[in-house]
């Protein structure tokens, strides 16, 4: 398994084709609100196993936070630790730019496995692209 920071086209284009397919296709997200005007000022991630892809996030600076956005795992590849190797090599890169407090909007039933990262639940339960969220925070 590789992640790795977006660097052209091709790797944008696969870290947004696994978002399409969690979000979109899986989750019914509209289109218009996953890929969003956005995306030019965020950093992107995206992870490969045998040279497809299998996982993919996004990172931006809000607010004086290091902001985690977009985290999606291919369902074939979940529970193999790519998740957890995205969250990695995203702190890793907020830390080597600067960044000590890490926030994200956690779906509710991944609650959990940010927690096992190290996160805490900071905010009420909301909603977003209809689906039930948290707000979550981490020092680093």
Known sequence: MNVKVVENEKELEDA??????VFIDEQNVPAEEEIDELEDEATHFVSYLEGSPIAAGRFRVVDGYGKVER????????KTGSGKAMMNEIEAYARKNGQHKLKLNAQTHA???????????????FL?????????IKNI
């Open 71 to 78: 985290i999606c795992v291919l369902k074939e590849a979940r």
């Open 111 to 125: 609650i959990p496995f940010y927690a096992g990262l190290g996160y805490e639940v900071v905010s009420e339960e």
């Open 128 to 136: 977003d692209a209809g689906i039930p969220h948290k707000t979550m």
């Open 16 to 21: 947004f084709s696994v978002r399409r397919t």
